[in-house]
């Protein structure tokens, strides 16, 4: 992790820069949301995800002093002393409403919000559908095959008992 100084201009005052606040990016792909904090003292940054349906911790550190991150994003996160924050491998369910409080020493504290939007892959579904319609196309070849081998079994089983009904082609086992 950088060294930053937490040094503020202004005694007292949390600043949070960001350079873009409204990110867009597809699954499997990582993100890094770019903040430069400053304050006096050592902060405290928390990331927060909110959405619809959830709004959970994502973790909570204090540079050169402590990391902790949540289970849930224990693997995919990384944390940097500016405030920053780096998430690996999105998934869709990870768009959504992203908040960094930067809390100083004092008990004061400031935030900001990032909005994610994640997209689905599109060659993914393609290729899906490639795969299900290759499958289907398969079947119905079998499917027409059956049904080609069994007409032919039938057109040979009615001709056969046409022979043996006719007359004169008894053998002579049956007339003893």
Not at 30 to 48: E, K, L, M, N, R
Not at 55 to 69: A, C, E, L, M
Not at 86 to 113: F, M, N, P, W
Not at 148 to 167: E, F, S, T
């Amino acid at each position: 992790m950088a060294q930053t100084s937490w040094a503020s201009p202004h005694p007292g005052a949390i600043s949070i820069h960001s350079p873009q606040r409204s990110l867009t990016r597809s699954v499997q792909e990582d993100v890094f949301f770019s903040v430069d904090a400053t304050c006096s003292g050592i902060p405290t940054i928390q990331w927060t995800f909110m959405s619809g349906a959830v709004s959970r911790t994502i973790g909570t550190w204090q540079p050169g002093v402590y990391t902790n991150i949540t289970v849930d994003y224990s693997s995919r996160v990384q944390p940097y002393d500016n405030g920053s924050m780096g998430l690996l491998d999105l998934r869709l369910q990870d768009a959504g409403y992203y908040v960094v409080t930067v809390t100083e020493a004092a008990g004061s504290s400031k935030d900001t919000g990032f909005v994610l939007k994640v997209n689905e892959v599109l060659y993914e579904d393609l290729q899906y559908l490639s795969v299900s319609a290759l499958a289907l196309a398969c079947l119905a070849g079998l499917l027409m095959l059956a049904m080609w081998l069994l007409d032919k079994a039938y057109r040979r089983i009615v001709a056969w008992r046409r022979r043996r009904k006719m007359p004169g082609t008894e053998t002579a086992s049956t007339h003893l």
